[in-house]
């Protein structure tokens, strides 16, 4: 574990679905991620970015993988 304990690390340390450039050559080939940068927590989109309500790492967690659940189901990846 790195020196920040989990009490002071943000629970949206970016979590991104890989860097595709294949997919996406915008904002370093991120295709989907959720990230709390900047002070504010927002998603990443083929090169959009959404701000979002946090309420939990939980949720964010279970809309990432409802969100790549899609992309694989859709053949997108």
């Known amino acids: 574990m790195d020196k920040k304990s989990s ?5 949206l ?6 860097n595709h450039h294949s997919i996406f ?6 295709v ?3 990230d709390s940068q900047h002070g ?5 989109y083929l ?3 959404t701000e979002i309500a946090f309420e939990s790492f939980e949720e964010i967690e279970a809309l990432f993988e409802g969100e790549l659940h899609q992309l694989l189901k859709r053949g997108s990846l």
């Open 7 to 11: 009490e002071t690390r943000s629970p």
């Open 40 to 44: 504010r927590h927002h998603r990443h």
């Open 32 to 34: 989907l991620g959720y």
């Open 25 to 30: 050559a915008g904002d370093n080939g991120r």
């Open 47 to 49: 090169g959009t970015v």
């Open 13 to 18: 340390k970016d979590r991104p679905l890989r």
